[in-house]
């Protein structure tokens, strides 16, 4: 396992967010479906996330913060700041089976990685999952400290930019960052995932081969 001071660092509260960084008490907007369409009342929802991740790339991200600056042109903003969901390990690995028959309701509930599969998310060998050690208290912005976490690559989502910058002030904390090589190794296996390709049939291979 990395040493305590090589995996994150604290976020910096007055720059511009950074891929890689963990904010807490995002909130996300959403539309209430049942609203949507002519003659209704467009209603929303919100969602507050504890844990979120930075996936937007960094360069991309300097240039919007740039751009917000008084007298500054508005030409390199970007409107949403792509994120992913995280939760701690344990609350991750315990989760049940998404997927039941309706006649498993009254038993025992089923999870969702057995232990040869945690034993692979742990060592970040699952494409899906990718798994974080704790990060301290003194690699947190907010002194506390974050535990083991965990994060699906299927729960990826936006906030828009102005809105993530308005929170920031208000109830969210940007609490710390990946450092480097630990943040191109979560952005390349992000980035992996998205870009799989799914085969009709698995490669034929002659019996005795």
């Known amino acids: 396992m990395a040493g305590a001071g090589t995996v994150y660092e604290p976020s910096s509260p007055d720059s511009a967010l950074r891929q890689g960084e963990i904010l807490s008490d995002v909130v996300q907007t959403l539309v209430v479906i049942e609203t949507l369409g002519r003659d209704r009342e467009l209603q929303v929802d919100f969602k507050q996330h504890p844990l979120v991740i930075v996936l937007s790339q960094d360069c991309d991200l300097d240039q919007d913060y740039q751009s917000r600056l008084p007298n500054a042109t508005k030409d390199r903003t970007i409107p949403n700041i792509l994120f992913c969901e995280v939760t701690d390990a344990y609350t991750l690995r315990n989760r049940p089976m998404a997927l039941l028959p309706p006649d498993a309701a009254a038993a025992a509930p089923r999870r969702e990685f057995n232990t040869d599969l945690w034993q692979r998310v742990r060592q970040n060998k699952d494409e899906r999952y990718h798994f974080l050690q704790k990060a301290e208290a003194d690699e947190d912005a907010c002194g506390e400290g974050l535990p083991e976490l965990g994060i699906d690559f299927k729960r990826y989502f936006t906030v828009p930019t102005a809105e993530v910058y308005h ?7 940007r609490r710390c960052r990946l450092r480097s090589p630990y943040l191109e190794h979560l952005s390349t ?3 992996y995932f998205q870009q799989r390709v799914a085969l009709p049939e698995d490669h034929f291979s002659e019996p005795g081969s």
Do not use: N, P, T
């Open 167 to 173: 929170q920031i002030q208000a109830q969210a904390a």
């Open 189 to 191: 296996r992000f980035h």
